[in-house]
């Protein structure tokens, strides 16, 4: 019977990245040399133990990367690594270009892809299993040899496994034997499930001598769950991809990864002041590989901690333990109560507490709105992305609730195609602006833009910026367009939000109404309320 397993030691633990190697294979991602940098100082900055940043010598941008970091890359937790192929069969590895490079690029860890399924020996290297094993061999004893510190990628691990449970042992014992610090158990085809997974490696850790790692593709969706199985048998080298981005399906989350083991498995595997650090790298790396953030990402996602269902906020309000598995801050992440249809009058307090506004003792006001936003919500509004309009309904609903800005007597806008085929928008408000003295003023105000949007915004700005200077400088960021449901012929319902900025914040407002402009002005009228309530 095989000897027990050493206990693990928790200092030992670690992350390991890969988003500039496997992360970079997903569909439609392409980094500059610059943008690998920027990514590899950031995962830095969560304090990951190695960054893997490409394939030197197989891509000449990689080979670039490595070049550069060496001069422009100062990292502060995490060693480089350069990954590569072991030796090609019937090839003396001095003699192997792809494996000089991987000394050329100068990092101080080697991460090297061996392949450890006879299957995946005998039709895809065309080669035997024992030539395979000198492959290893061969190549981990020659780059240790010139000072690197070695790991290695056992791809196709558990498929290996199934059909032959002794010969991906083998190899991880050769590379062991070679001097390879780590030896990674691949789940490349993403195909395992959690259960059979973890027997696995606990299989495989009663039955070898080194450090085990894992790297698993996200096929199944198990990606994350498998690694924590992983790493529950007993490794304690756990690979992973920003975003969970790679072939395919993508591979295991690094944010969710670091997520899971430190604040569930009580593993430090980075420093504790990296931990709030993973929303804000999260999102830029984002920004990086050109991916819109996943709202609904764990851990990390802007809706990971956002509470919808009124009887969740009206737990919350008495403890925000009860629906959160997590304090958000832990991972630099904020909890944000959504104020829709399904809310209650604990979500629309918690919501005024969120937004700044006093709603202590206001009972009756707090179910007005409640019963309102129900109504409007059947109507086709939506409030859960327009803070700034939730805002101006609750305030108007307490005691205190601000005067409008001004009476509407009319707006009017118009489109005009010329012959010269210029096509020209032109919008006149009338409205009535409140004086001190209870009187009104009223203002005729005309003006053009590039849309009967645009013309009428221009138009309403022009009316209340001598009232309200500010609005000078406040400007419309984004317009966005949606149509509810057509009620036959051309007509429909419709929402629009309009994202409005001063320079230094931003907020939203939104509008509904079967007329398209008319649901424009509604949320252009907020939006410039907004402006002014909060100059
Ligand atoms: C599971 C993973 O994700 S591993 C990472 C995979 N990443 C990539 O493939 C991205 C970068 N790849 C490349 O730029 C190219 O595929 C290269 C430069 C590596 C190879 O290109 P080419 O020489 O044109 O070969 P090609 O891609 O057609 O085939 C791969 C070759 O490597 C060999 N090979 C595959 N795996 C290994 C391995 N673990 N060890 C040694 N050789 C290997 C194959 O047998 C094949 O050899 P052959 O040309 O003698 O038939
Ligand atoms: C090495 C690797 O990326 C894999 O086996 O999936």
Redesign the pocket.
Known sequence: MADQPAPVDVTDFHVFDTTL??GA?REGVSYSVADKLAVARLLDEIGVGFIEGG?P???PKDTEFFARARTELQLRHAQLVA???????GVAVAEDP?VQALLDAGTPVVC????SDVR?VRE????TPEE?LA?VAD?VAHLVAHGRRVFV?C??FFDGHAADPDYGVQVLETAFAAGAEVGVM?D?NGGMLPMGLGRVVADVRARTSGKLGIHC?DDTGCAVANSLAAVEAGVTHVQGTANGYG?RAGNADTFALIGNLVTKMGLPVVPAECLPELKRVSHAIAELANIAPDDHQPFVGASAFAHKAGLHASAIKVDPELYNHLDPAVVGNDMRILVTEMAGRASVELKGRELGVDVTGQGDAIGRVVAQVKVLEAEGWSFEAADASFELLLRAELPDAPAPLFTLESWRASVEHAATGDVVSEATVKVHLPNPDGTTERVISTAEGNGPVNALDNALRQALVGRHPHLAGVSLADYKVRILGWKGGTSATTRVLVDTTDGTGEWTTVGVHDNIVEASWRALVDALTYAVRHR
């Open positions: 190697r496997d294979q394939w010598g197989a891509l990954f590569g192929a072991t030796r090609k069969a792809q090297l892809v061996a392949k995946h895809a290297l065309r080669t395979n492959m190549t990628d791809e196709h691949c490349t593709q072939e």
